[in-house]
């Protein structure tokens, strides 16, 4: 799926400017919001943005978005995975 939405020139130019992908940057704002909204897991985070569980973490972190703030499916998922990997 594609999503588009129009900047005016000059701040589009700003932000390029600022990120040589800005598109990627902008995915990734838009997917980490939605996490933070518990609109996606954090596994759908990471299938989205084709990164692992750790980098997911990582990119959460840059984004000051706690486990406190990614609701208990979120976290109920973690635990499941933990358990998951003990059990191995």
Not at 6 to 31: C, H, N, S, Y
Not at 66 to 74: C, I, P
Request: hydrophobic letters at 50%.
């Amino acid at each position: 799926m594609a999503i588009t939405f129009e900047l005016p020139a000059m701040i589009e130019q700003q932000l390029r400017g600022e990120w040589a992908d800005f598109d990627t940057v902008a995915k990734e704002a838009a997917l980490v919001e939605l996490c933070r909204q518990a609109k996606l897991t954090h596994h759908q985070l990471a299938t989205a943005l084709e990164l692992d569980r750790f980098a997911v973490d990582e990119l959460l972190q840059r984004h000051q978005v706690t486990e406190d703030l990614l609701g208990a499916e979120a976290l109920g998922s973690q635990i499941a995975t933990l358990r998951r990997l003990v059990d191995q």
